[in-house]
């Protein structure tokens, strides 16, 4: 849940950043926001998952 959390946080201050000195688009980002909902909600959402936490771990797992 921990991770769930913080890839929210860092996936929002992303998208701000984006909005404010990227020119990206307030409606543009709802959209985005939008299929991020509704592929939560598809039968891809469990792949998604286990990608992102198989990702997560990998990135944890580097040495430096």
């Known amino acids: 849940m921990a991770l769930s ?3 929210v946080v860092l996936l ?5 950043l984006l909005v404010r000195k ?5 409606g543009h980002a709802v ?3 939008l299929l991020g909902f509704y ?4 039968s891809i959402a469990p792949t998604i ?3 992102t936490t198989n990702v997560a771990g990998m990135i ?3 040495k430096f």
């Open 49 to 51: 998952s286990d990608l």
């Open 39 to 42: 592929l939560a909600s598809s």
């Open 5 to 7: 959390i913080s890839a």
């Open 22 to 26: 990227s020119g990206l688009k307030t």
């Open 12 to 16: 929002a201050i992303i998208v701000f």
């Open 60 to 62: 944890g797992d580097i």
């Open 31 to 33: 959209v985005c926001m």
